[in-house]
Structure formats: structure tokens, C-alpha cells
């Protein structure tokens, strides 16, 4: 420092000008001179000025070792860094839900959900397209892997030894397949395309119908990542099932086809658009595979596939049957039957209301222009159609005539108006006709198709398939139009028929005969007491429902077996001539259209020892509770 100031003072650098000490600043530079930057140590009163001052504390503490002042830091440093952790997990939480609810993500879901014509872009509604679309194939591909699965699982004789042999492959493919089966819930589905089958034009509101498809979407999602396993599990089993009923490769080649078909059905055209009404409902951009969607659906680890072992019992299937266990099913089989003898009065007198007419004749009132005479006469949908056409001709004006006094009540404090309550029921029939002009137009291109299958045979039995397919999806949205009709029809009536044996305050004129105009005048109720049209347009409907909620009108199959028609109508398929097997019904028929009192037609449908008891006790009757109907049977039966 010395040295370098004693050059400075020997140069005389403080008496040069500025354009002396650039000259020889430039002259230093040329001879290979170099600049050093000399760092100037800080001064003493800058580092005490920039130095914080010491906390000095002001009460009187005891200091400890210093392991104890070690161990204080250490504790207070832990609790720093969980708070640090927890901090920051909330705020990556935070700017995770800022992110998916951005306007840009809104924006985002906004326009996917347009694009695969889920909701309009303005709206959250589900556009009717898509529900329609959804009530037919996505309703036919549950159904179908349901059906599947109850053929593999719950086959009483074959289906332990079908689970022993995958088991030997691997235990979740048993666990695939019931996984699969019970993808179909039907009180969900029913939720579903409930409100599209009411009104086929109008758009569901999201929020109607979120619940039951986010069911449905936890159930899929869970199977997402096994689609391909899961058909193998299906195509697996069939193997198994055909080397253990020894039946022609074809059959099982058809069912393995058509259950691959259905599940790419499900995963590849409704899955990403069930995953946008989710996005859309929720209103964020979440990404599907995320621990983020695993919660919003509750997904728990034992939902998962893996949980079962080899050689479980089959879930979804049912158990090997022991004789115990036979013991008990009896046993409650029995007292079901016990428990369902007070209904079956009004059961069999529905069912014998149903049995008034034969096919021809239903036909023949019902098509009078043989509209539908390229249907067969065994047709599932058909037939529902022409029940559901007579008790629209013979019985729906109870639920609309101003003729029958029906007072508003009250429920919990709430004024409930029955009359225009059954009025929006029966609103809901147009529904009926638009479902079944679609399957007769499906039916059309089915016979258009067999007539001119074309020359290429791979690709004429795929279109058959696919006609065949939507002709089994649309017999099942018909039938299940016309039972949810008369289920509601049939609750409504039977809210009357309850305060009729005891308040007696909605039906006013219970006990009055009931006339009807000369245009109606041939209407089997004509001339009969309110209570007792109430009762039998209640009856009708409950064997309708019946038969179409477990009896021969319900199932996969679109027609009836030779069996049923045998069952049901004493029609022998393999007879041309049918006629002469419907007399009795030909002979009820021909005294349904006679004029009767208002007690006849009841009595002449029952049996003849209790009609003979009915109609005394009818003759004797001069109360006014419709328990001493003739077709009521002593007791309480609701």
C-alpha cells in the first residue's frame, strides 16, 4: 500500500490534468500494463453499523449444558420443519385446485363436453341426443355383460367347476367377472334414462341425474386399467363353459363375439364421455388418473381387483348349495308365499282382466290395419304394447274422469292434488308409442337386411349382429316404459284404494254407479261402482307389473319361448291353427263385451266356489267399505 502510494507521489499524478493522466494512462496500457482493482477493506464503523444487534433478554433464566441448548435448537427446528411441510402442502393443494378451477381449465371442459355433444356449451344440461344414445347401447352393453356374467357365475351346476378351472389360470379372472356383472344396477339405470323416456326431446339436467352416474363411473373406473384381462376373463370362461356342457363351438364363438363388442362398447364410447359430465358436474379440470379423482369417487384399496384368492367363493355368483342351506330357502320361500296369499286374490283377478282376449283378437282391436304383422305374435314388446293399449281403452279413465269426486289430501303437512298427480302420470304414455315406432322400425330393417343380406358374409352377419343388438336394446326401453307406467299408475290408484277402507276423504263418491256417455258406454266399467273401477283398474296394473317386473313378459330375450306361449295364452307354436286352444278365452271375451251390472263382471272371472260365496256376501252388502268387494279378500292385504 506503501509502495503504491510513493509511485503515485513520484508521477505526480495529483498535479496532472485529466487529459495527462489519460495520455499516460494509454501509454501504460500500450507498454503491457494491467488494471488492478484494489479492494478497499470495510471500514470498522460500517460492519458495526451493518451488523444486527443481539437479543438481550430480559428476565432471568438458567442456562443449562450445552446438550440442553443442543437438544432445545433441535426440538424447535423438527417443529419448523413440519410446519414448513404442512405449509406447503396445502399451498401445492391450493394451487392444484387454482389450477383445475382456472378459467382456462373451465373454458377447457366447457369445450370438450361440447365437441363430444355431452352438454351445449352454454349450458350443463345433457343434451338428448347423448341420453338417448346412452338409455339404448350403453343400457344394452350392461345388461348384456350382466346376462354374461349371471350365465358364468350363477349356473348352480357348472360354475364351481368353471371358477376351479380359471382359478388355475389366475384368481382375478373369476374376480374380472363379477366385477363386470355388477357394473349393471338396475334401480341406477332406471334413474338414469328415467327422465329422457318422459320427455324424449328435452335435455336432463346434470344434477338430476349425477348421483347414479357417478355410481356407475366409480365402478368403471375401477375396471378401466383391466378392459383387456376382462375380456379375456370373458372369452376364458367360455372355453371352460363349452369343454363342461360339450355344446357347438358356435354358440359360445357368438356369446364371446358379442360380450368383447359391449365391453369396448362401454370403455370406448361412454367412458370418456361419462369422465366429461364428471369434469362437468364438479366444474374442474381434473385429470383422470389422480389421486384427486380416487377421492371425489371414494374409492377405497379393497375395491380393487386382487383381493380375492384362489379358490374363494365366487363373487357375484352364488354358493354351492347345501342341504341347509336348501332347508332354509325353503323355508323362506314359504313364508313368502304365505306372506303374498292375501295379494294373490287381486293377482289372479288382473291376471284373468289380462287374459280376456287371445293374440288374434288383441290384434284385431288393437291393429286394425295390420300395421304390425310382420311382428310375431311370441313379441315381448308387442304384447306389452296391446296390454298397455287395453288398459288405456278399458281402464285409464279412472285416472283422468271428472266423473269420479277426488278431493286433495295432505302428506306431512303438504296439499297433494291425486287427480292432477295421475293426470301428469298418464302424460307420460306418449312416451310409450315413440319407443315402440322406433322398434318397429328397427324390426323393419332387420327383415330388409335378412331379405337382402348383400354378398360380403363377414360384413352381413356383423350388420346382423348390430341390428339384432339395438332390436334387444329397444324391446327392453319399450317394456320398460310400460312398467314404469304402470308401477306409478298402479302406487297412485292404490293411495285411493287405502283411504277408501279408512279415512274415506279423497274418493267422495265411492258407493256411486258410475254411467258413462254413449261414445263410452262399451267400456267394461260402465255401470259399475266407483270403488270397484278403482279396484280393477288397480288389479290390471298390478298384473301388468308383475308380469313384466318377473313374469313371462321380463328378460333378455325378445320374444317368448315356446314354454311361456304354452303358459300363458295355450298356444302351440308349432299348431297353425291356434284357435281352437283360446275358447276360453274367446268365451271371456264374448261375455266381457255383454252389458253387465256392476257386480257381474267380477264374479263371472272368479273362481265358481268363490264366486258363489263372493256374490252372496255382494247380494248382503250394504256397507261402504270396498273390503266386502267381491274381489277383495277378507282381511287386510296392503
Not at 490534468?17 to 499516460?24: E, I, P, Q, V
Not at 334387444?472 to 306409478?488: E, H, N, P
Not at 299408475?489 to 258413462?516: F, G, Q, Y
Amino acid at each position: 500500500m506503501g509502495d503504491f502510494d510513493n509511485t503515485k507521489r513520484a508521477i505526480g499524478v495529483g498535479k496532472l490534468d485529466d487529459s495527462a493522466r489519460k495520455d499516460m494512462f494509454n501509454k501504460f496500457v500500450s507498454a503491457g500494463g494491467e488494471i488492478i482493482k484494489e479492494k478497499q477493506p470495510p471500514k470498522e464503523d460500517d460492519t458495526k453499523r451493518n451488523r444486527p444487534e443481539p437479543k438481550v433478554r430480559t428476565s432471568t433464566v438458567s442456562r443449562g449444558g450445552d446438550d440442553s441448548r443442543s437438544g432445545g435448537r433441535g426440538g424447535n427446528q423438527n417443529k419448523s420443519s413440519d410446519s414448513s411441510n404442512s405449509r406447503s402442502q396445502a399451498d401445492s393443494k391450493a394451487q392444484f385446485e387454482k389450477e383445475i378451477s382456472s378459467f382456462s381449465a373451465r373454458f377447457g371442459i366447457k369445450l370438450k363436453c361440447w365437441l363430444a355433444r355431452v352438454t351445449p356449451f352454454g349450458s350443463s344440461d345433457l343434451t338428448p341426443k347423448f341420453m338417448h344414445d346412452f338409455s339404448i347401447r350403453a343400457k344394452q352393453a350392461l345388461i348384456e355383460l350382466q346376462y354374461s356374467g349371471n350365465e358364468l357365475l350363477a349356473n348352480q351346476q357348472y360354475s364351481p367347476q368353471l371358477s376351479k378351472a380359471l382359478d388355475k389360470i389366475n384368481p382375478l379372472l373369476v374376480e374380472l367377472l363379477a366385477m363386470g356383472q355388477k357394473l349393471y344396477n338396475g334401480p341406477e339405470l332406471t334413474d338414469i334414462t328415467d327422465p329422457i323416456l318422459i320427455a324424449p326431446e328435452s335435455p336432463v339436467a346434470i344434477e338430476r341425474v349425477k348421483n347414479p352416474i357417478y355410481a356407475l363411473f366409480k365402478r368403471m373406473y375401477i375396471l378401466y386399467p383391466y378392459q383387456e384381462t376382462l375380456k379375456k376373463s370373458f372369452v376364458q370362461a367360455y372355453d371352460e363353459l363349452q369343454k363342461l356342457e360339450g355344446k357347438p363351438s358356435l354358440i359360445y364363438a357368438n356369446k364371446k363375439r358379442k360380450v368383447t363388442q359391449e365391453i369396448d362398447t362401454l370403455f370406448d364410447g361412454f367412458f370418456d364421455r361419462l369422465y366429461l359430465i364428471v369434469l362437468r358436474a364438479e366444474n374442474k379440470n381434473i385429470p383422470l388418473i389422480s389421486r384427486y379423482m380416487e377421492n371425489l369417487l371414494g374409492i377405497l384399496p379393497e375395491d380393487r381387483p386382487g383381493q380375492r384368492k384362489s379358490g374363494e367363493n365366487v363373487p357375484g355368483g352364488k354358493a354351492v348349495e347345501t342341504k341347509e342351506d336348501k332347508k332354509e330357502e325353503e323355508s323362506k320361500e314359504s313364508e313368502k308365499k304365505e306372506e303374498e296369499v292375501p295379494l294373490s286374490k287381486e293377482q289372479a283377478y288382473g291376471m284373468r282382466l289380462m287374459q280376456m282376449y287371445s293374440i288374434p283378437k288383441l290384434r284385431k282391436k288393437f291393429d286394425p290395419k295390420n300395421e304390425y304383422a310382420h311382428i310375431p305374435d311370441s313379441d315381448k314388446a308387442l304384447l306389452s304394447l296391446f296390454y298397455f293399449y287395453e288398459f288405456d281403452d278399458e281402464y285409464s279413465f279412472v285416472m283422468t274422469t271428472k266423473k269420479i269426486d277426488i278431493k286433495p289430501g295432505s302428506v306431512n303437512g303438504v296439499k297433494v292434488d291425486y287427480r292432477q298427480k295421475m293426470l301428469d302420470i298418464y302424460e307420460g304414455t306418449r312416451t310409450i308409442i315413440d319407443q315402440f315406432r322406433i322398434y318397429n322400425d328397427v324390426i323393419k330393417e332387420l327383415e330388409k337386411h335378412k331379405a337382402n343380406p348383400g354378398t360380403n358374409y363377414i360384413e352381413a352377419s356383423k350388420k346382423l349382429t348390430g341390428i339384432e343388438q339395438k332390436r334387444t336394446g329397444q324391446s327392453r326401453t319399450v317394456r320398460m316404459a310400460i312398467k314404469d307406467f304402470s308401477l306409478k299408475s298402479r302406487d297412485s290408484l292404490l293411495v285411493l284404494i287405502k283411504d277408501m277402507k279408512s279415512k274415506k276423504e279423497i274418493v267422495a263418491n265411492m258407493n256411486d254407479v258410475l254411467t258413462l256417455d254413449s261414445m263410452e258406454s262399451r267400456k267394461r266399467l260402465n255401470k259399475k261402482a266407483v270403488k270397484q273401477c278403482i279396484m280393477e283398474a288397480y288389479c290390471y296394473l298390478m298384473a301388468l307389473y308383475d308380469r313384466l317386473d318377473t313374469g313371462d313378459l321380463f328378460g333378455g330375450l325378445v320374444e317368448l319361448t315356446p314354454e311361456q306361449m304354452k303358459a300363458s295364452f295355450g298356444v302351440d307354436l308349432g299348431n297353425t291353427n291356434a284357435e281352437s286352444s283360446q275358447t276360453e278365452f274367446a268365451d271371456l271375451d264374448k261375455e266381457g263385451n255383454e252389458p253387465t251390472n256392476p257386480q257381474s263382471k267380477a264374479t263371472d272371472t272368479l273362481d265358481s266356489k268363490e264366486t258363489t260365496e263372493d256374490l252372496s256376501n255382494e247380494e248382503n252388502d250394504n256397507s261402504d267399505d270396498p273390503l266386502d268387494d267381491d274381489i277383495l279378500p277378507s282381511g287386510n292385504p296392503f
